[in-house]
């Protein structure tokens, strides 16, 4: 069965080498869901951009390991 | 003429000779000299000299292994009690090949000799046998074929591997074909790393397959799990390997080369925070991940889509631990453990973060 997980994480070739199935590109290595340079609200966005993405990873059948990298429409 | 090496073999039921399942519940008994394999041995390494094989039943073994392990351990130290003479200074164990209750009981014998008797013990067990995972690190095992059409091979280098043992040589796995300890040992070698580097190029660029020093980990693969149906009502939990922690780091985990994993509790808490929670990684600058924590761990964003109804809800314990030079090995413990818990506590899906 298994438990499917999302890998947020900033180097993805590692994530590929390590075996993650469900891979989504962050922002940088000390932040890797977030910005510093942003404001508050604009840092937050993308915080939750990148975690939706994890969402819509979760929700989705693969066979293979894929990196979720595609941006996400926003409803 | 050198003294030769009193050496102690162990088998199991069936190459023992006393005979096949109907005997696996025998508990261990000695007889002085070899028997079965181990007249091969004595056959083929003048320098060993077979005091006495030890049989017991692979059931008898598998069924309470630590029990009949100790009563191995007590055969012998009587033995030693009694003959003055008596002094094994090698136990060689199998060859098991593939057989799982036959190898597991070869080296948890080999192990409990080696630490508790002070003997030097080596044991010959196929790649796969489920043994070489559990007992590779404490037990020298020599490769075996998956079954008994190896015999010789295997009994001639579990010998020589042995011997080597006692006479305290370095045993290395590429050349005396064992398993590797998994261990790296520090050497003296005959040029410099550049000089080496240099030389397998050369050997590469004219066609030939050079041989790395340092064979890089395999990973293991596993197939992707099936999608989480409805978000909208399945637990998630947050694991993440960027070592945000409670303040204060109340488990201690290290900042490099983390020995373990912490759960820690997320109740009550609508975000991570500078005063409540940090970052104890030590391969990046943790400035901004102590600055803001949900920068590595997303509490704020996990709660507002628990408060919008888009994931059913969030665990209340989340998991932590920090990948920086963490080995393999380790990794995957923690991540099975971790594992084992969310589904114990009925988690359906992980967003796991990695600096």
């Known amino acids: 069965m298994g438990l499917p997980t999302a890998h947020i994480c900033s180097i993805v070739p590692i994530s590929k080498t390590v075996g993650a199935n469900r891979i989504i590109p962050s922002i940088a290595i000390p932040h890797p869901l977030g910005d510093p340079d942003k404001s508050p609200d604009e ?15 979760l929700g989705t059948d693969i066979s293979d390991q894929h990196v979720f990298d595609e941006p996400i429409s926003s409803d | 003429m050198p003294e030769k090496i009193q050496t102690i073999h162990y088998v199991n039921q069936f190459f023992g000779g006393l005979g096949g399942e109907d005997q696996a519940g025998v508990a261990p008994q000695w007889y002085d000299g070899p028997k079965g394999p181990g007249q091969l041995i004595a056959g083929m390494a003048p320098d060993i000299e077979i005091i006495g094989t030890i049989v017991a039943g692979d059931n008898y073994m598998a069924e309470n292994l630590d029990a009949a392990v100790a009563e191995i351990v007590g055969l012998i130290e009587a033995k030693r009690t009694v003959a003055a003479d008596f002094k094994p200074k090698l136990l ?26 002070g003997i030097h013990a080596a044991t010959a067990l196929h790649e796969e046998n489920p043994a070489v995972e559990i007992y ?3 037990v020298t095992i020599v490769r075996a074929s998956s079954d008994v059409m190896g015999m010789r091979d295997a009994a001639t280098n579990m010998a020589r591997v042995g011997l080597k043992l006692v006479a305290g040589a370095a045993i290395v796995p590429t050349e005396d074909n064992t398993i590797s300890h998994g261990l790296r040992q520090n050497y003296f070698a005959d040029a410099p790393g ?7 190029l050369l050997r590469k660029v004219s066609g030939a397959t050079p041989e790395t020093e340092y064979a890089m980990p395999v990973f293991g693969r596993v197939p992707p799990a099936p999608a989480v149906k409805n978000m ?21 985990i290290e900042s490099a080369n983390a020995s373990k994993f912490g759960a820690y509790s997320l109740q009550g808490l609508d975000r991570l925070s500078g005063e409540t929670h940090q970052s104890v990684h030590g391969g990046y600058d943790p400035t901004y991940a102590n600055e803001d924590p949900n920068r590595v761990l997303p509490l704020d964003v996990m ?9 059913g809800k969030l665990s209340e314990t989340y998991y932590a631990t920090v990948g920086n030079a ?14 084992a818990e969310l589904v114990n ?3 359906q899906a992980v967003i796991l973060t990695s600096t």
């Open chain 2, 136 to 138: 590779r690190r404490p």
């Open chain 1, 43 to 57: 840092e937050k966005a993308i915080r939750r951009r990148l975690v939706e993405q994890a969402l819509a990873a």
């Open chain 2, 194 to 200: 550049a000089q080496r580097a240099i030389d397998m």
């Open chain 2, 326 to 339: 963490t080995s393999v090995e380790r990794a995957q413990r923690y991540g099975q453990n971790i594992a």
């Open chain 2, 303 to 311: 709660r507002d889509l628990e408060r919008e109804g888009r994931i």
């Open chain 2, 92 to 117: 060689l164990a199998g060859p098991a090949f593939n057989a799982g209750r036959y190898g597991m009981a070869c080296a948890a014998v080999c192990q409990a000799v080696q630490a508790r008797l």
């Open chain 2, 345 to 347: 506590v009925g988690v």
């Open chain 2, 232 to 252: 909208a009502q399945a637990t998630l939990a947050l694991v993440t390997s960027g070592g945000i922690v409670p303040r204060g780091n109340p488990d201690r």
